[in-house]
């Protein structure tokens, strides 16, 4: 927001937010949502897509390396830029708990804590109803899920023993069939 926003843009959570949201449309539908306003700000920025982003599991392990070397706030700062790409991440809830548990926020550690919870609860309940599914598997699998990938390769494989297309890619993801 620059200088020449007006007053109630300045000092209201909920307009700071309509503006932000606005900001972030396609010019064209930003601009007719504020055609009405006294100062139409037509230098209007769209939210950059993070050029540099590798994934929720190179986030974590940034993350877990900030963590490591004592720099909280920069863990902290990683794990909510994970949380804006994968709010439903039970890890980077859990890492958040932790953190703000070491730095004496008890309640809000309560609070990440619960959410950690609450979505491993809700994952574990969906998994056991997700149909395994190979596009799937290569999809985790390039999202750096190795793990998931792997058990849904598993998954595929008691179905299909013989699928010689799951044999060679269990092969070459190293899973002994």
Do not use: C
């Not at 020449?4 to 010019?27: A, D, E, G, I, V």
């Not at 939210?47 to 986030?59: D, L, R």
């Not at 902290?76 to 804006?84: F, I, S």
């Amino acid at each position: 927001m620059n200088n020449n926003s007006p007053f109630w843009l300045k000092n209201s959570k909920k307009m700071k937010y309509l503006h932000l949201t606005l900001s972030s449309m396609p010019r064209s539908l930003s601009r007719m949502l504020t055609a009405s306003t006294a100062s139409p700000n037509l230098d209007i920025k769209v939210t950059p897509k993070p050029h540099n982003w590798h994934g929720v599991s190179q986030g974590l392990a940034m993350a877990k390396q900030a963590f490591l070397n004592k720099q909280l706030d920069d863990a902290k700062d990683t794990l909510l830029e994970v949380l804006e790409f994968a709010p439903s991440e039970p890890k980077a809830w859990a890492w958040l708990g932790k953190i703000m548990q070491l730095q004496n926020n008890h309640k809000q550690a309560e609070v990440y804590y619960q959410k950690a919870k609450g979505l491993l609860r809700q994952q574990q309940k969906n998994a056991s109803n997700m149909p395994a599914s190979l596009t799937l598997a290569k999809i985790l699998w390039n999202q750096g899920e190795q793990a998931s990938a792997k058990n849904m390769l598993n998954t595929l494989l008691l179905e299909m023993p013989n699928d010689e297309r799951l044999v060679a890619l269990a092969q070459t993801w190293g899973i002994n069939t």
